[in-house]
């Protein structure tokens, strides 16, 4: 009978090849398991290292660089994930018998298909490694591209993390900011366009708003407001023009200021906001 | 006549082919059969120890990394069954004699209209991964890309589903999904701009409207409501801009509470919404 | 007699060549004949298998799996004409003497040309497979793609049939579907902003409204109408939000029984809808 | 004097190579010329064949299959006179010593370019293809591609020519029809929005309109019109949606009918059709 | 001292390489100045020819299809300048020691951005020609493509010229010219849209209408006018379409002639062309 | 000492390694100097001489080519400063040891970059003979080419220049030139369309414009200009147009005089330019 | 003590592993900083060096082409930092093991892609070089490139940065300047256009404008403003244009002095700046 059982298990195992493939299929599996948690671990105490050393330390002794270190150094622990994730995946499929390398060499259709598709990947790295060698914008800088404005949360080896003021998050690969706007470099300039109606002396107006200007105090200003004079004849008032240079982007909070202090100045030496005006020719029905 | 029926049955079966082309075609069909019923159980048991393993037991383990790891199940699943279903068509194919790889490898003019025609499959395919390595979004996060708006259902191998507030389900290949806008990560903002007119005491407007906005209740306020200002001198209107920082993308409800109480608040204290003025001089026809 | 026949028929095939090029002319055109007559009846006969086999049988027999079967049904006669019509086109070319293998094969002018010319195809068939293996839509759903909106007729192997609810038909490459939304999935939400003047109560209306849609029947309902609250406050009323879950596309004819409620209701209880207003000033000409 | 006269013969045959090249020259005019004559005859035989073998024999007695019948017939004519055209200017060109063949062979700058610039003819010759395989449109289909509407006139190799009914020929490359809409496949539906004023009685107009569509007669209406009901609250009307289905592109038509008996409905039941309207408040100057 | 004259010269005339490189060069400048004079005379003889066997004989001796020769004359002639531009190019570079075939038979990367960059000039051609041969237009046709609108001049081989009717001449590549309207080719129809007032009664305009376009004269008019029906009821006005069929191109002028007589009826019948309508409602301000 | 002073030369040029690598940077420094100041001299005298020969001399003998020698001079000299600067280039490279042809002509991922990256430069050179060759347009025509309109200064190898009217200078690069509307070669057409009131007689009203018109005198004007008739029945006017033919591009100029007449011969025959017109329903509130 | 510090020595040696793998990387990191820091330098060093020779002795001697040499220099400045970082990279990297020359000299699948993606890479170049070759702008020029408008900062090798006015920095790559517009090159010239009532006297209004712009004083006004005449007769006003021409780019602030001017003028004179009009018929309600 421990013969038969013997048979039995020889011949079991040998259907199920034990010692043989599901031998192996055991040490992949083990390896898989050691690989997914080693990676993270790795990654963790790399990205640890990165922040002790870039972060902290050089961008303390190099204060005049910090701006361009902090973005230099969150790319970096992005650019070691990438790594991470993609040394990670390919031990995995070479557990499972799957080599990428000779797919990648071969140039049949499906390396055609792949060198297309992957074009867009390749143009977005190149666009990222520009973004800081030129130094178009750096973390918490506020910037616009295309239709997306916002403060640079991080700028990654492919896309890059814009923050809305209304809190939004925007990821916009970076081979497709092509034209970039940064507000973070000037001083701002705060245009308002006050409007008086025809009846109102325009030099008198100009002379009260100037003065109201003068008096201007926002913690933002540069310089004194400047009243550049009569900007466009309109189709029921004139519009004065009178802009303030302030520091990067603080142009919206600037110009409310000087909103509220134009309405008040206005109230109170009686100068009228103009409605849109109409002239009516009231005819009666019959006679012409 | 026996030798008759034989010579027939002979000359039909050389006719058919019998024991040979038509066994062939009768083992193919039923491999085929085998297949078509083996497929789906091999793909519905994955799926359910995907559901177990990743889904249950995983996400349930690591609460920090649980909206991940749902994406990553999904997306698990996704690519599971499109290699299922590739292996399945490459059998059934194999066994009608049709053999995809040379033609793949073949550098023709099929080839390369299979390589041009192909390049946005793998972009998708490519843009998908970046994706979940990214994590630009994952399931449950609401989202816009382009003109589509969302809560994410799956993130796929090739697609994205989105489910939209009213209902639809847009289906969004990911090689298009370029800019992406993520509504659940950060806290989002309510802005409401309240128009009052010229008449009114501009200050004491605002003030009345900032004592209003801290008695404002909602659960899914973040912050007090903040009064930033003289935004607008319009046609006819001064527009007070309020903004109130909320949960993720909870922007909608909280701005129809500050509508509300806005309304009241002005009501009670006699604050006229104003509507579009006018001024019209009449004029009498035929004198100037 | 039969020497008079015979050199009949000897003049006969002497005129008409039989035996020299006439003769295989004669053959070919009996060859195309018998083809363009035997290969719509195989068509034909293929197209009845198909429907009885997959439409009706297995339809029926996994009615959960109806929906995908029907809209494979219709792919797999699709497909089946191409072949038919290709293989056809191929063999009366070659009894023309042309044969198309070479040409693809060969890599010169004529080739890149038709590989670039043939790209647009080969991703409108990769697309369509992608249709059908994710389930992106099935026949009988309502989708919109682009511009082009309306109920699926046939998923083809190159081309989607959609046929608006006005009659008519879009036919659109599936390589130019791209984005695809989807009404039959989910329930929708139809969403009606009912007006009501400055003057009005606003909370009062809001529970005259939320009365009046605890009484909304239709039978396409799933949910109790709910009322969102205060949209908006427009140049010369106050918008409030009301929306309700119906069943798959059926929202249009919801909004318009709600459209009703609300109508009949607000003439009940004597609230009006407010007409655009405007603020007039009226200034006598010459005097200021 | 004779021998001078001979060698100055001699002298300008041989500069003029009389006997050589201008020999050639003249065989090659006289060939030049049979061709340019002998290749319109031909393609008028042919295309006087094909009209009456296809478009009168064939499509006589398969009524069923005559609208497909008559546009594969002018597809053939559309053929049949390019591969004319171009076998005589081949013929023509290598009487010039010009050979086209090796060009479009070779695999130089010449001949990328020509592969590049020819991609969009062999586009459009697929794309012609399958409009007829996939029986997108027929001849006398009205269709709309883009911007162009119109009934198709001719469905060419690479054009087709659509007449739209203010009479200009529109001519559109078979690549650029992208996106078809077919109006000659099934019915239409004229879609009517009455508008009604605030004051109406809803429901009481709706009956009113509904009888008045019962009296409809148009010889296009297929079904009684159908009135859906209160389609949307705008600023100063409701508007009720009344639909009717008609036979294919005549919902032009029917909708006029419908304009007409509403118009005459409403003016015998005193329903008024609101004007735009608006709420004016008056207000003096200086007192507010 | 003749030795060192001697000398001296051969040294310069070493040093100039005289007889030798300076000799060539004086060849170069002879032939250089031939061919420029050579060619525009070979090409102006050329053009006359062409001008006389085609454009005057030809075209008169077939009337029929006089339209179709004079667009080819034309064609032919900007052809042979082209070809005679080419070769005249040539010869001057290969005086100057350039040659061109081995530049573009080379398939480095120059070849590479020369075949890239010539695609259009490819498409162009391959474009004018089809043009000729599918008849899309010929010179003097009324065309638009695009936004351009006007007159054939000129069909090129790269370029057509159109003439609007203000006098600016587009000039358009062929290979743009995708979409093509044609207005020389069938009758016009010209529309115009009668604007009454809802108070008038629909069917007595209807036929007052009709009865005017029945004493309608125009040179241009093919067929009586039509009166569609009701168009549209607008927001103060009903539409009566009218259409005149007239002949290609004149629908301007006939709708203008149209204008006229439909003013003067309806001036005569007393029939008002509806101004704009609004209704107002006075609210006093303060009481509701 | 000596031998100490020269081991200590002989150590500095050992350590500097004169005569060796210093003097040849020595060299390749004069050298290059010499080029920088040479260049600019050779293309300054090539461009006096193209000045001298073809904007002077051959301009002038043949008048009616003037225009277009301008052009081509203008060309020329654009072409010999670009050679200069290359081969200035070229000769500076090759001295810091870098050589451009070789990269070039190799066909690796370098090669192919330029070759796609510099498909734009040939396509501007193509597109710029062309523009020549064909006679597009030359220096001095007021041409339009997308949003840019002006008068043409260059016609370069690669950018051609346009001069707006008022004062900015637009460069756009040939290739970009696609569809160009040219103003200078044909008169231009100044069209006016008067506006007068419903009230007006048409006729007489015609018949007053074009005896005015009969008067108007314009240096610019070519024929008397001619009044079409009732170009449209608008919302509160009747539009009769008016059009004059005049010289090249001074129909604005023309248009101008066409306006003052206008206005002053209605004023004279006291016919009202119609202001907007609306119809207004009062009505009380609360009666219906 | 010697052998003390020998063995010290060895200690540490031994302990670094000096002579094996660790000794290596502890040369490696050795020279990676010593890169790390001498690469700036050699930079700093460079800048100062072209800031020396080029920007402040080069434009001083040269004023004349003083623009263009600050434009030069700044690119300069900008190739070589870009040199600077790129060998900086290579030797980090070779200190890494990694080598990018074979990587960029292959063909395979990472070859294409890198190709393709770099093509936009390799346009700015080209397009770059181009704009100084052209001298399209130079530094501080005010040009405008799409929506894009401001004062050229820096023209880089890959990017062009232009400052707004209001303090933007645009950051554009050289590729995507196509169509320039420079407003620093020529004149501008200010345009305005008064408004005057159909009641006034045209000739009187022209005369009275004409002579206040000869009174217009203004330090960019090159010639004395010109008034052109009735450039439209609107729907309640006739425009009269005006234009005066003024140094580069100064047409806002002249624009301005001429509005003040004109407004001045025209309250002197009591000419009216019309408001927009319209003729209204009141009608009752009920009778018509």
Redo the contacts between chains.
């Keep these: 009978m421990a013969g038969d059982g013997l048979a039995l298990y020889e011949s079991v195992t040998a259907w199920l090849s034990i010692d043989g493939i599901w031998g192996q299929i055991g040490e992949s599996v083990l390896r898989i398991v050691a690989i997914l948690i080693a990676g993270p671990i790795v990654i963790w105490i790399a990205n640890k290292m990165i922040d002790r050393v870039i972060l902290n330390q050089a961008a303390k002794r190099m204060p005049n660089q910090s701006r361009r270190m902090t973005t230099v150094g969150k790319l970096i622990k992005n650019v070691f994930s ?1 790594v991470g ?1 993609f040394i990670t995946l390919m031990i995995i499929l070479s557990e499972f018998g799957i080599e990428l390398a000779p ?21 977005d ?2 666009a990222g490694f ?1 973004i800081i ?2 130094d ?2 750096a973390v918490d800088d506020i910037i ?1 591209t ?1 239709q ?1 404005k916002g403060k640079v949360e991080v700028v ?1 080896l ?2 890059t993390r814009i ?11 970076n081979g ?1 900011i ?6 973070s ?5 705060a ?1 308002v366009d ?2 008086i109606s ?2 109102e002396d ?2 008198r107006a100009t002379s009260i708003i100037r003065d109201a200007m003068g008096r201007l105090e926002d913690p933002n200003l540069v310089k004194e407001p400047e009243v ?6 309109g ?2 008032n ?1 519009l004065i ?1 009178v802009t303030a ?1 302030c520091l ?1 982007h603080t ?1 919206f ?1 600037v110009a ?2 000087m ?2 202090l ?3 100045t206005m109230d109170e030496h009686g100068i009228d ?13 019959g006679g ?1």
Tied chains: 1, 2, 3, 4, 5, 6, 7.
Excluded: C, D
């Excluded at 990648?104 to 867009?120: E, M, N, P, R, W």
């Excluded at 470099?185 to 300039?189: L, R």
């Design positions: 990438y994730y797919l990648l060499a071969g140039a049949g259709v499906i390396g055609l298909a792949i060198g297309f598709g992957a074009q867009s990947l390749v143009k790295i190149i520009f060698l030129e178009q914008f616009q295309g997306f990654g492919r896309t923050l809305s003021w209304t809190g939004e998050v925007h990821i916009i690969p497709m092509n034209e970039v706007t940064n507000f470099v000037n001083n701002s300039v245009v006050v409007a025809y009846e325009v030099e550049l004079g009569v900007q466009q004849i189709a029921s004139v023009r240079e990067p142009h909070a409310r200021s909103n509220l134009i309405k008040k906001i103009p409605y849109p005006r109409m002239v009516t020719y009231h005819r009666a029905e012409t």
